[in-house]
């Protein structure tokens, strides 16, 4: 028997949640209330990083657009999409477990920290050689990276750096302590900005990749030596891999890597796939939208981390916090859909001519899918908190299968307006599997 779309059961809970958002709008000691709740505390420090380090990326990528020609754009922006994906390869999960397990590891926390970074640190350094060697049959286009010793060596270490430093901010979220990720990715978006300009006339597009390297380095650096200290009396960084300790966490870390990998697999493979196929100024067209774009794809993803750590420390409240979630996540989408289809294109032109021309468009379609990214984020925490890795698993290979599945014909056919719409159509039919799993089933409190 086919379950029937839960029409009247959504508009009930929304409408009952807005209820709740007004009063508390209207009640300064409410509205006080709220904003000291860990909750919504950690998600508007999460979200001010992001709103941050993307107005930021985007003064970047701006200075580097005026600097660099579209082709190296193209190019590095390749390399970065690269880096990140070897850091993904990298993390084993750990941050999630992290995350899950410091608020319970006592006398365990510095050696659970350390030991999560220098395993993290080991793998990224493989990973980075093994993609080094095989390059020729991986990307082709990224043959450059080799051709000098100085570019191998910053390739090594800035992968190792964009490695360690999401597992920094996911030790300070876990410690209900998100402005300092906040201080710390302002830092390196800060320092990355001035560098472009002096590497353009050295290292065409492998400065645009260095530029970006120096800023997370520097910043990671600071970070562990000073802020982390801060809230965790005593810690200092040394190399350690404790058996126990990592073993205390690692089922749960590589169900929860398993599922990253699947999850953030069509966004780091949208940019190599590009610039394969349609060249380096197509995909430079493509990563600027994309990157203006993620700013509101992390709305709900900023929202969904606070849920995940809140639930961390109380489960019990799990269920009426990720609709608070919900609700916060579409109020706060809503009204920066409508700003960037008011003025993407004027947006684009901050880039040059041929980015509004070339991209406003696929910035229209993307922009879109933070709606459905609301339900598919917060649906992922839920799961994390439950540890119901199978389920966590199965969603996330549904939609990296959708996602690439779509984009690929879709990308032959219209260009990179192609990989836009098969991204958003992606993440709505995921949403609408979530809504029956949610809804279709009497028991919804028990759902993961």
Known sequence: MITRFPIKQLAASVASILQQVLRVATCPKLLKRHFENPLYK?????????????LLGFVFWMVVARFYSPTDVGLASAIIAATGLLASLSNLGLGFGLIKFLPTAGGKTTRMINSCFTLSGLISLLATLIFLAGLDFWSPALLPVREHPIFLFAFVIFTVAFTLSPLLDQTFIAQRSAKFAFIK?????????????????????FGIFASAGLGVAAATTVAALWLLPKIQRGYQPFPILQKEVINDMVHYSLGNYSAQLLWVAPSLVFPLMVVNILGAEANAHFYIAWMIAGLLMMIPNAI?????????????????????????????????????????SKLLLLFGETYSRNATALLWVLVLSAFPLSINYLYLS??????NIRRLIRISAVASCLALGLSYPLMLRVGILGVGIGWT????????????????????????
Do not use: W
């Open 42 to 54: 950690n998600a508007y420090y999460l979200m001010a990083n992001t709103m941050a380090t993307s």
């Open 304 to 344: 969904s981390i606070s849920l995940f750590a809140e639930g961390s420390y109380d489960e019990k409240g799990l269920l009426q916090n990720t609709k608070r979630s919900l609700v916060l996540a579409l109020l706060l989408v809503l009204p920066a859909v409508l700003v960037v289809f008011a003025l993407g």
């Open 425 to 448: 159509a992606a993440q709505s039919l995921v949403a609408l599997i979530i809504v029956f799993i949610l809804f279709g089933n009497r028991h919804a409190t028990s759902v993961a």
């Open 185 to 205: 990715n302002v830092a390196a978006g800060v320092i990355k900005i001035p560098i472009p300009v002096v590497f353009a006339t050295f290292f065409g597009a």
């Open 382 to 387: 839920f799961c994390r908190v439950r540890k």
